[in-house]
């Protein structure tokens, strides 16, 4: 018999999986349940209401950014090299997108998610402030940000008409420029 917390840790997987792969329209508990291979009362003793398993989810996704932070990188040089494979890797990362749009689109009638979700992107902006050296909360930080969503949004809609070497390109781009508004 499976543990509480593997129980739990199935739900969520699957829930994460069907935001990737569908986005939020699959994303309702009956779906989810199924796609975790438990009861639906399984399912709700976890996650009473759709926004108790959306905070579950989002929870899952800082901790999948987490993992890609690159504020661990020894040096700036480093830290902006492994800068450049992260962000290519997520700017092409179609499912990863998808699931950041479904959570956004859940947060704008869910406040507690709202908030999870603005940690999350003061984490991010966080990491690529640490990367380039630039204040935390400064504006260059917020458009750095801005910029790497920006692009992983074109490349969600672009899909196959961009290249991997041309997305590589972009966000080298974006890199350099980003170092050039901060030195000057």
Do not use: C
């Amino acid at each position: 018999m499976a543990t509480k917390s593997g129980v739990r840790e199935r739900i969520l997987d699957a829930a994460v999986a069907l935001l990737q792969d569908a986005g939020v329209k699959r994303l309702a508990q009956p779906q989810v349940a199924r796609a975790a291979k438990v009861p639906q009362g399984h399912l709700t003793y976890y996650f009473p209401k759709k926004a108790d398993m959306l905070m579950g989810v989002a929870a899952r996704f800082l901790e999948m950014l987490a993992r890609d932070a690159v504020a661990d990188a020894p040096s700036p040089g480093e830290q902006l090299a492994k800068l450049a494979a992260v962000m290519t890797r997520l700017v092409k990362d179609r499912a990863r997108t998808r699931m950041l749009l479904g959570l956004l689109v859940e947060a704008d009638s869910e406040e507690e998610l709202r908030l999870a979700m603005q940690n999350g992107a003061a984490f991010v902006r966080g990491s690529l402030a640490t990367a380039f050296q630039l204040p935390q909360d400064g504006p260059e930080a917020h458009l750095a940000l801005a910029l790497f969503w920006g692009l992983g949004l074109q490349q969600f809609l672009m899909g196959e008409a961009r290249t991997a070497k041309e997305t590589e390109e972009l966000v080298n781009r974006a890199i350099r420029m980003i170092q050039q508004s901060a030195q000057g």
